[in-house]
């Protein structure tokens, strides 16, 4: 079983960054692909970006340009750093594994003046 556990969410100002960091645990593999969910009120869960060891990122449209997701593996974990955030980037954050499928508890964000 694989344990996910996000931090770095909080309250920013329409233009501002945060980064989020999710460390893995348990019986996680490096080769697994990891990703990042958002949810905001009212809305369906949402894909904002996945990454798989050696390959590619694939975002959203709504995020491409200024989120980027990363990974140590060393570390077991994978970033999310959000730039030129918005209002409608708020929401609660999801880490999520693939191959098993592993779900965080989720860090709010909050983008407001």
């Known amino acids: 079983q694989v344990q996910l556990v996000e931090s770095g969410g909080g309250l920013v100002q329409p233009g501002g960054s945060l980064r989020l960091s999710c460390a893995a645990s348990g019986s996680f593999r490096s080769f697994y692909v990891m990703g990042w969910y958002r949810q905001a009120p009212g809305k369906q869960r949402e894909l904002v970006a996945s990454?798989?060891?050696?390959?590619?990122?694939n975002y959203a449209d709504s995020v491409k340009g200024r989120f980027t997701i990363s990974r140590d593996n060393a570390k077991n974990t994978v970033y999310l750093q959000m730039n030129s955030l918005k209002p409608e980037d708020t929401a609660v954050y999801y880490c999520r594994t693939w191959g098993p499928e592993s779900w965080g508890q989720g860090t709010q964000v909050s983008v407001s003046s």
């Open positions: 990454l798989a060891s050696g390959s590619s990122a």
